[in-house]
C-alpha cells in the first residue's frame, strides 16, 4: 500500500495524468462529457489563483468570483460590442484584471484577517451590482451574447468543444507550472512566511505590502484568465457569473482538494464537477452535502485531500526509516513540513 | 419638508432593522472574534420560521415572532455547540470558511423546503399613520419602537444582571474573565443564542413590508458588517450608532441620488472609509 502510495509522488503520476487529460476526449463517451471537463478546468484555472492568495499567502479573498466575472465581461464586452477580435481582447481581459487586481488590492490589503475578508465580500458585491445596473456598459440582466470564440489563425476551429478543450487543458498546464515554479522560488517562500505570520515575516525584512498586492495581482490574473476563457466557451454571459456563489463554489473546490497545495486544487475542482454532473439532482441543492462538508474538512481534513495524503505519507516514510534516522528526521520536522506545503 | 421628514421616517426604519442584526453580529464578534458570515443565513431562518408558524399554523404575529426567536436561537447554540467550539483553536481562516458552510447549508434547506420563491408575509399592523401629512405605516413605528425596545432591554441585561456582565466581562478580557471564574461554553452559547434571537426578532418586524425569499440575508449580512466595520467590531453602541448611520444615507441616498444604486451606498462608504482610516471610524487603537 505505502509502494502503491508513494509511486503517486513521482514526478510519473503527474505525467500519467497529463496523458490521460489528453487522451480524455478520445476516451469520453460523448462530446458532452468533454464539455463538462473543459468548464472543470476553467474552474480550477479560477482555483488555482484563489490558492496563491489564500492558500499561500493566507489572506481569505472573497472577491475572486467577481474578478472572474470581469475577466468574463471584458473578454465579452470588448468582442460583442467593441468587434475586437479574441486573442487581442483575451489579453484586455488579462489586464483589465490584473490591473482592478492592483487598485483594490493597494485598498484592501492595508486590512487584516477579517477585514479583508469582509472588505473583499463586499468588493465582490459592488461588482455584482455594477455588472447588473450599469446597463449602459454591461446591458445589465440581458447579459451578453455573441462573444467571440478564440480565432484558430485558420488551423483549428475552436468552436468545437474538442479543440477548445485542447485549448484550455494547454492554459491549465501552464497554470500548474507556473503554480509549481512559484512554489518553489523565494517569492512562493515569501508568500508563506507572511501566512505563516504577518509580524514574523516583516522581522525578517519582507515588505509584507509589496508581496500581499503581488499575490493578489497574481491571483485575480488568474480569475480574469478564467473567465475570459469561460466567456469564450459558454459565449453568453450574465450577472449571474458574478454571483458569490461562485466564489463559495471555488472556497469549496481548494479546501477539498488540499488549500496550499499544487495537485488539491485540480482534485477538488475535477473530482466535485464530476460528482455534481452525475448526481444531476443536486444541482440545485448540493449545498446541502457541501456545506456540512466544508464544516467537517476545516474541523477534521483541513489540508484537504492532497494535504492529507501528504501528511499521512510523511508520517509512514518516518516509520518505515530506521530508527536512527527518524532521530534526524524529528529534528528535521519543521523543514518536512514546509516541504509538504510546496509539494 | 414633509417628503424629507418620510425620508428619516424610512432612514430610522432601515436603520433599527439593521442595527438590530449588526447588533448580534458585533456581541458573537466580541466574545469570540469570529466574523460569522452566517448570521444573514440565521436571519433569514427567522424570516421562513415566522412565516411559516403564521401561514402554515395560523399563529398569531407575536406568537410566531416568539416561536422564531426560539428556534433561531437553538440553531444558533448548535452552531457555536458543533461547529465553532470544535474550531476555537484552529487559524481563523478556519472558522470564516466553517461559517460559509453553514451559510451555504441553511440556504439551501430552506430552498429545498418552500422554494426560492419570494414570499408576501401579513401582519395585523396594516394600518397608517397621518400626523398633518406625514404618513406613517403602523409596521415602520412597530419597527422603530421594537428595535428601541429591543435594545433597552439587552443594555439592561448586559449592565445590571449578573448573567449579563459575564458576556461583558469576557468580551474585555478572556482570560481575566477565566480567573474569575466564568465558564467560557456557557457565554459562548448564550450570546450565540441572544445575537440568534435578534436577528429573528429583526427579520420578523421587517419582512411585511418587504419579502421573504431565501437570499434575504445576504445584502443585510454585508451591511450589517459595513457597519460593525464603521462602529468598531465589538462594540454595542458602535453597532447602533452605525446600523443608524447606513440607515438614513440609504434611505436620503436613495431618494436623492439614485433608487437604482442605493445598495451600493454602503458598500462605497465602507470603501471610502476603510481606504482612509483602515481601522474603522470609531475603533480605538490597532486590530
Known sequence: MFKVASLLMTPAAKYLMLAFAILFPLVAANEYQVYVMATAFVWAIAVYGLNIITGFCGQLNLAHGGFFAIGAYTLGLLTADYGWSFWPAFL???????????????VSLRLKEHYFAIFTLCVGFIIYLLIDKWEELTHGTIGVRDIA??????????????????????????????????SKSLLGRTFIAIRNGDELAQSLGINL?????????????????????????????????????????MITYLLVGGIGTIMGPLLGTVGIVWITQSLQFLEEYRMIIFGPLLVLLVIFFPRGITGSFLTWMHRKSQALAPTKKRQENKVNTAQNREAESNA | MSLFLQQIINGLTLGSIYGLVALGLTLVYGILHIPNFAHGALYMVGAFMSYFFMVDLGAHYWIAMAGSAAVVAVLAILCERLVF??????????????AIGILLFLEAVVQMFWGSDFRRMSSPFTGIMNFDGLIIPEQRLLIIAGAFVLVVALQLFLRKTMTGATIIAMAQSREGAFLVGIDANRVAMMTFAISGMLAAFAATLYAPINLVYPAMGHLVIMKAFVIIILGGMGSVPGAIAGGMIIGFAEALGGFYISTSYKDIIAFGLLVLILSVRPQGLFAKGAH
Open chain 1, 92 to 106: 484586455g481581459a488579462l489586464v483589465m484584471t490584473a490591473v482592478l487586481g492592483f487598485l483594490v488590492g493597494i
Open chain 1, 149 to 182: 470564440a478564440p480565432y484558430g489563425f485558420g488551423l483549428v476551429d475552436f468552436t468545437d468543444t474538442t479543440p477548445f478543450y485542447y485549448l484550455v487543458l494547454a492554459f491549465l498546464v501552464f497554470a500548474i507550472w507556473f503554480m509549481g515554479r512559484l
Open chain 1, 209 to 249: 505590502m509589496r508581496n500581499k498586492v503581488l499575490a493578489f495581482v497574481l491571483s485575480t490574473t488568474y480569475a480574469g484568465l478564467a473567465g475570459a476563457l469561460y466567456a469564450g466557451m459558454v459565449r453568453f454571459i450574465g450577472p449571474e457569473e458574478a454571483n458569490i456563489n461562485h466564489t463559495f463554489d
Open chain 2, 85 to 98: 467550539h470544535p474550531l476555537r483553536h484552529s487559524p481563523p481562516i478556519h472558522d470564516k470558511i466553517a
